[in-house]
């Protein structure tokens, strides 16, 4: 049987991935920076923090493919006085040392969740392409693209069957962070000011992404190759608030305020990256996915979203 070694497996799509596999028949071993004595899976590997010293010897014995979601991801009040420093340690020092291991081991296929900001933080009336030029623009980016040099080099050294994954925003069951945020305005009926925004967004439900990854495991043509992930609906801001609120059954306040007046309040506050998600386009092209893969979307939107939201209520 197919063993896959999950990294950051405690992590929102971790969790989900540990859970999916087992139940179509591969056999999964989670890497944890702690042991989990509670959590319901066989084989779990601590492996501490994640840097270019880590050492993933008790991990990578008798792995097929090596699917690597750990990362530094985006904090809310960064504490380092030179973020690039931070994400680079985990995520590129990190990878790379990874990468090198899981080779030396005997591992034959390494799929690597890297991030859409590798492309850039906005599209302009065309959506990116996995053949685009990179754009990076923030310390995250950047180092998720640093990553990916580091690896594909790995790959003309050894042989190494790498697929690189450039997930949109990713949304489903247990999702945190701005999303949650979003219901939560939503839920206490708070006014919104983006009745007038008219952007186009790419989302991923993790049902679609958990499917594509289950696909790029075993496919001979993903070995070597980038993607771009998304759900195929694009979305502007207005209409997926009112997604959410037909989800929790909630009524939803927007009115409109001048795009001008938005990221002035969001220079005023600290705030402009986030003003910036709600009012821009990114849009994500996958009919590379079709094409080379014969893969498309399993999970409708809105599905997907009513599941995020049932969660969420329960927690």
């Not at 995250?140 to 080099?153: N, T, V």
């Amino acid at each position: 049987m197919t063993r896959i070694l999950v990294t950051g497996a405690n992590g929102f799509v971790g969790e989900h991935l540990c859970r999916y596999l087992p139940a179509r028949g591969y056999v999964v071993r989670a890497a944890l920076r702690d042991y989990r004595p509670h959590w319901n899976l066989s084989e779990q590997v601590a492996v501490g923090d994640i840097h270019g010293a880590t050492d993933w010897s008790g991990a990578l014995p008798g792995v097929d493919t090596l699917v690597h979601l750990a990362a530094r991801v985006h904090v809310m009040r960064e504490s380092e006085d030179d973020p690039i420093i931070a994400f680079r340690r985990v995520n590129v020092e990190g990878t790379a040392a990874l990468a090198r291991q899981a080779v030396a081991a005997g591992v034959r296929r390494m799929i690597y969740l890297s991030s859409i900001k590798v492309n850039g933080e906005r599209t302009h009336g065309v959506p990116f392409r996995a053949d685009d030029d990179a754009g990076p623009e923030d310390a995250y980016g950047i180092s998720k693209w640093e990553a990916e040099q580091a690896l594909r080099r790995i790959v003309l050294e050894t042989g190494l069957e790498l697929v690189i994954i450039r997930p949109a925003v990713i949304y489903g069951a247990g999702v945190k962070g701005n999303l949650q945020r979003l219901m939560s305005l939503i839920r206490r009926g708070v006014p919104l000011p983006l009745g007038g925004v008219q952007n186009r967004r790419s989302f991923l439900s993790v049902r679609n992404l958990l499917d594509f990854l289950r696909c790029t495991i075993d496919h001979p043509a993903a070995a070597g190759e980038l993607f771009l992930l998304a759900d195929g609906e694009d979305l502007s801001t207005p209409q997926l608030i009112r997604k959410l609120g037909d989800a929790m059954e909630c009524s939803v306040r927007l009115f409109p305020m001048p795009l001008p007046l938005l990221q002035f309040a969001g220079r005023l506050t600290g705030q402009s990256p986030v003003i910036a998600r709600l009012i821009e386009d990114l849009q994500v092209d996958i009919a590379k996915n079709r094409d080379r893969l014969g893969w498309a979307p399993v999970a409708d939107m809105d599905q997907s979203l009513q599941e995020m939201v049932d969660v969420n209520s329960r927690r």
